[in-house]
């Protein structure tokens, strides 16, 4: 089976920053003969504070995904918080992502399904692998044609998560993309006074370690300095290591 590469910042902060990344993975995709999604999100409606960057809203973050479509002829992914955002989503992009904590929410899954996009699921931090069939049977019976499934850790006590490996076959035997995130799943959520901790050193090795365990797709975000990045900021991997992560995982 193909694999499935997914990659961008965490949010949308400005059109340089789309620019940036986006001709990185263009340089990528031809280097190494794929077809990397560009991902990133118009509103982080799930972040930790009020106070926190939530990025320029549907309107304006669309059209400059569209825009991003348009000069590098990428395809789009981004997630939606709400039903009524499917319809303009699936006007932009080819995937919709459901975020983790919202997997359960029937309207937001049969919204994303009637689009007739690609609708990629992210696992819950609460849920097991196996407990993603009914997600997914909510997507299908509304009458989406291809479903993914994203791994991305589970809770582990307060402020820290940890992978159990074994979602990732469980995950195969609902549908045949699984997907790793191999960012968010070194997050500490509400762990940094305020905002989402992490630790980006153990990226690669979330990646690898998903390859071994069957996952044929690999998701991240990445910024050309994370450290200021307005959301996701110690999770995110720094542009210029994705090209030879990437090279491992085609191999």
């Known amino acids: 089976m193909d694999k499935t590469f997914i990659a961008g910042p965490c949010v949308i902060e400005s059109a340089e920053l789309l620019d940036i990344v986006a001709a990185k993975l263009v340089d990528i995709n031809q280097k190494l003969g794929i077809d990397i999604i560009f991902k990133a999100s118009f509103d982080k409606a799930n972040r930790t504070s009020i106070r926190s ?6 309107e304006k973050g669309l059209q400059m995904l569209a ?9 789009l992914l981004t997630d939606i918080h709400e039903a009524w955002q499917a319809p303009l989503a699936g006007e932009v992009v080819d ?16 919204a994303a399904a009637h689009t007739g996009r690609t609708v990629n699921i992210k696992k819950a931090q609460f849920l097991s692998g196996q407990d993603m ?8 019976d509304a009458g989406a044609k291809q479903v993914w499934l994203t791994e991305r850790g589970n809770m582990m006590g307060y402020n820290n998560l940890v992978v159990d490996f074994r979602n990732i076959p469980d995950m195969l035997q609902i549908t045949d993309t699984v997907i790793m995130d191999c960012t968010h799943s070194v997050q500490r959520p509400g762990g940094a006074d305020g905002k989402t901790g992490g630790d980006r050193r153990f990226v690669p090795q979330m990646a690898l370690a ?6 044929n797709g690999w998701f991240f975000e990445v910024h050309p300095s994370p450290d200021e990045g307005l959301s996701d900021a110690a999770n995110m991997l720094e542009l210029d290591k994705l090209e030879n992560l990437m090279t491992q995982l085609c191999k």
């Open 53 to 58: 960057f939530r990025g320029p809203g549907i």
């Open 133 to 140: 069939k009914y997600p997914v049977e909510k997507a299908r």
């Open 95 to 110: 995937i919709i992502q459901i975020p983790a904590f919202l997997c359960r929410q029937t309207d937001l899954l049969v």
């Open 67 to 75: 825009d991003i479509k348009s000069k590098y002829g990428l395809r």
């Open 210 to 215: 998903a390859k071994a365990f069957g996952a």
